[in-house]
């Protein structure tokens, strides 16, 4: 029986339809209707996949919420090229169940599930067709074939770059980070106070950035940044054009592949052309990516045709980690510059204002003083850090390059525990690398809820920029409406029901939800314009009703 046979068969019998009749309307015995009865809060607790009508195994609230938060976890590890077995989701998914008992009111369903949930291969396949994940493999498949398939990938680029005459300058490679650009480490009384602090969201001061630099190291791409609309940036009256990034506002901080594809066009290509003529350098350029879901597998038939110059290598998936020279402590160098400017920064302000470090913190540092930081620290990224890099992918390109003259670079956590020192923070070397660190950690289950929240949630943007106001409400509702016609039609009559209930959810969060945002901020500012102005609470019945979706 589908969920919404069951759900329907649960509403007559409340509404005092017997058992019998039950039986004989939908043509099933009394023993499976009374099944369904005696497991109706679970059926009515349970949100399937889109796409998904029928679910043999009734699962906990606990369940479907553990599987929501490990296909956010899914979907961050896949945007950074990583492996996924089985082994690596299974334990996932039991860290991810585990918390969630521990954070809910327990319960005798919870408490009988406790124990059958055991996250077995069969549970793991069935996680793989309901959510339509293909890149994630069984046991022993992948992981110990990481080394080996890094060497025969080694030989396939060597080919390429030889074959086609490459040299250091035209070689490039682009990866995407996170950055928690507002945190400080740990033992800091900044970061003590604000764990303790009511509604405190560890996601909330998350951006990705993506870093792009060539193999000679003297060619930095302006980097591609994405982040919700920032208040700041009308505040500010930022022009975005102006900013020392290419920046994209994204809810989810996830890099998608509309936006990559315009950084190519728009930022890589003309950046890349110019330093080729201002360098007298043949007209050709290769750009390594790894194979995460935001770099599109046909991105050079997305070029355009001024810059068709430029060809792409993809690293295979279990490679990245020990290939990707941006992994070769190019990013994590990144960071450490970026906390030493930011540092730097604190001192100078409280050394020379009246602001306490306390104030500037919480009032005073925004994203348009990070992106500030962000320019000075990828500046400050050294040529010998961003050549060295290269040495696993591309070892000749190094071999190639002697790094005599080359001042002896000072440890630049000394720099920052210095700084920290002089603010009246207590902070080691250990404390900063562990903050370098926790920029790449695994995601906790609390990260990951606010993470989906973050994703999901119709809440109001913090800013609506001028391009929204040409939009009137009466589009955006006669779009929306037409997207639930055409979504319901695909769901009913295409036979694929996984894999067009994900592409539609896709298209939902990447396209719709922006509309929506603009729709539900109008509502707000309208409720907020009659609170002030009791003039315009009373609304004809016509008015109420041209408010309704």
Not at 265 to 279: C, D, I
Not at 297 to 303: R, T, V
Not at 316 to 326: A, E, H, R, S
Not at 351 to 378: G, P, Q, S
């Amino acid at each position: 029986m589908s969920i919404e046979l069951k759900r329907e068969t649960i509403e007559k019998n409340e509404q005092g339809v017997r058992v019998t009749d039950l039986a004989r309307q939908y043509g099933r015995s009394t023993s499976t209707i009374c099944t369904v009865l005696k497991q109706k809060e679970l059926i009515k607790g349970i949100t399937p996949a889109k796409g998904v009508t029928i679910i043999s195994k009734l699962r906990s609230s606990l369940h479907e919420k553990m599987e929501k938060l490990l296909m956010v976890w899914v979907t961050e590890k896949q945007l950074k090229g990583d492996t996924l077995t089985q082994g690596i989701i299974c334990e996932k998914a039991r860290a991810i169940y585990g918390d969630l008992l521990n954070q809910s009111p327990r319960t005798s369903t919870d408490e009988a599930s406790e124990d059958s949930f055991k996250a077995s291969r069969g549970w793991f396949d069935n996680f793989r067709k309901r959510k339509g994940i293909h890149s994630a493999v069984r046991h022993g498949e992948a992981a110990s074939s990481d080394v080996k398939a890094a060497e025969d990938h080694l030989k396939t680029s060597s080919e390429l770059i030889e074959a086609n005459g490459y040299i250091p300058q035209q070689v490039f490679n682009c990866n995407e980070t996170g950055l928690f650009w507002k945190k400080m480490p740990n033992r800091t009384y900044i970061t003590a106070e604000e764990k303790i602090m009511p509604g405190h969201k560890p996601m909330k001061d998350r951006l990705t950035l993506a870093l792009c630099a060539n193999a000679s190291g003297d060619c930095k791409i302006k980097p591609l940044l994405y982040l919700e609309n920032p208040r700041a940036f009308k505040s500010h009256k930022i022009l975005k054009e102006k900013l020392q990034v290419m920046w994209r506002a994204n809810p989810k901080a996830w890099v998608t592949r509309q936006f990559f594809v315009q950084w190519v066009n728009l930022v890589f290509g003309p950046s890349v052309k110019k330093y080729l003529q201002e360098n007298n350098l043949p007209m050709q350029a290769l750009l390594v990516l790894d194979n995460a879901p935001a770099h599109p597998p046909n991105l050079e038939d997305g070029i355009l045709e001024e810059f068709k110059f430029i060809n792409v290598l993809y690293l295979l998936p279990n490679t990245t980690p020990i290939l990707q020279p941006m992994h070769q402590q190019v990013i994590s160098n990144f960071k450490k510059l970026y906390i030493k400017h930011l540092f730097r920064r604190c001192f100078e302000v409280t050394e020379n204002t009246n602001f306490t470090l306390r104030e500037y913190w919480k009032d005073h540092f925004n994203i348009v003083v990070c992106l500030r930081m962000i320019d000075k620290a990828w500046l400050s990224v050294t040529t010998r850090t961003l050549t060295s890099a290269w040495k696993k992918l591309w070892p000749e390109s190094v071999a190639e390059r002697t790094f005599e003259g080359f001042e002896p670079e000072v440890p630049v956590e000394e720099e920052i525990v210095s700084l920290g020192k002089s603010m009246g923070l207590v902070i080691d070397e250990r404390d900063v690398n562990e903050l370098v660190e926790e920029h790449s950690q695994e995601l906790t289950t609390e990260e990951l809820q606010e993470l989906q929240s973050q994703q999901h949630s119709g809440v109001l943007k913090e800013i609506r920029f001028e391009e929204e106001d040409t939009i009137s409400t009466s589009e955006i509702k006669e779009i929306l409406g037409m997207w639930e016609r055409v979504s319901q039609f695909v769901e009913k009559k295409h036979p694929q029901k996984v894999a067009t209930g994900r592409a539609s959810e896709l298209f939902n969060d990447t396209c719709l939800t922006h509309f929506r945002s603009i729709l539900q901020g109008r509502k707000k500012q309208t409720s907020l314009d009659s609170f002030f102005n009791p003039a315009k609470k009373a609304k004809t019945s016509e008015e109420k009703s041209s408010d309704k979706i």
